[in-house]
């Protein structure tokens, strides 16, 4: 099956710093999706993306499906951006088709 | 607020007891999905509806059973539970797509505790 890596698995920042995260997957994709659980355990949808370049906020995402990889930018982070982020992809191909979930970068950002 | 509801947020049982999660999806969405995610195996899907119909299944335990009802909420029943059933339990819902899964919106979740 398909398999969707994350990096970095950790990430400490200090607040009003930028980074990026990555997802890598396997196999092509027809759905892609990035997450934010917070510490609270709420799962929030970030960002649909396929393919291209979206923006909301001081985040944004980019897929580059042909080269197989997704980045997710957070720009001048706040403390509120602690939590895990999830990149989930889908194959485009099968009947039987369910997102595959990546392990999730665990980001903290120190004020 | 994603517009999923799920009840109940909190359940402590015992070991051997049945309960049953709830789910109301966004108005307007068909699909509709559920999730385990426990400390130690991450998110894990479970089954997923569509308008009513069983369309995906992932690592669902047999004492584990859902459907989905005309009005399309959603019902998580699991059965003769065990202490390794606890976990938080997510209900997600997209806009309806006979195959595969749309854009997921997710409940806040039903965090299950089997003493």
């Known amino acids: 099956g398909i398999q969707v890596e994350q990096s970095p698995p950790d990430l400490i920042l200090q607040e009003g710093a930028n980074s990026t995260l990555r997802c890598n997957f396997s196999?092509?994709?027809?759905?892609l999706q990035w997450f934010h659980q917070n510490p609270w355990g709420q799962l929030i949808n970030l960002f649909y993306i396929p393919s291209g370049t979206k923006q909301n906020g001081r985040l944004s995402a980019t897929t580059v499906a042909t080269e197989r990889y997704s980045l997710l930018y957070i720009s001048s982070s706040q403390t509120t951006d602690s939590g895990v982020y999830f990149c989930?992809?889908?194959?485009?191909?099968?009947?039987?088709?369910?997102?595959?979930w990546g392990l999730g970068t665990s980001l903290a950002v120190n004020p | 607020d994603s517009g999923v509801t799920q009840t109940p947020k909190h359940l402590i049982t015992a070991t051997g007891q049945r309960v049953t999660l709830r789910c109301s999806p966004r108005s307007g969405d068909l699909s509709v999905y559920w999730y385990q995610q426990s400390l130690d195996q991450g998110l894990q899907f479970l089954i997923q509806y569509y308008n009513g119909e069983e369309r995906a299944k992932g690592n669902i335990l047999e004492r584990f059973s859902a459907q989905q009802f005309p009005d399309l909420h959603s019902e998580l029943n699991l059965s003769s539970l065990e202490l390794g059933d606890s976990a938080l339990y997510f209900c997600a819902s997209s806009v309806g797509r006979a195959w595969g899964t749309g854009e997921l919106f997710f409940g806040e979740g039903s965090r299950l505790t089997v003493l």
């Open positions: 989930a992809v889908e194959r485009n191909a099968g009947n039987n088709r369910k997102l595959i």
């Open positions: 196999d092509s994709v027809n759905n």
